[in-house]
């Protein structure tokens, strides 16, 4: 973990979401999953996923902040 990056505070319909994101780098190519079945590199931009609502806001903050 290199640095605190965002905190989002997201209110949907059934619960409140409290995140922090981190910006991070990865030492090697190895990725361990621990709650997830499968992860994929894309960009903010990526037009072929549905985006949950808290995570749009975190991506609008990366291509605002240019990352």
């Known amino acids: 973990m290199d640095s605190f990056f965002y905190h989002v505070h997201y209110q949907y319909p059934a619960f409140?979401?409290?995140?922090?994101?981190?910006?991070?780098?990865?030492?090697?190519?190895?990725i361990t999953l621990l709650e997830h079945m499968d992860y994929q590199w894309i960009t903010p931009k990526a037009s072929q996923?549905?985006?949950?609502?808290?995570?749009?806001?975190?991506?609008?903050?990366i291509i605002k902040r240019g990352i």
């Open 16 to 30: 409140l979401l409290e995140m922090d994101c981190y910006i991070c780098h990865l030492l090697d190519e190895h």
């Open 49 to 61: 996923i549905l985006w949950v609502p808290a995570d749009v806001e975190v991506f609008e903050e």
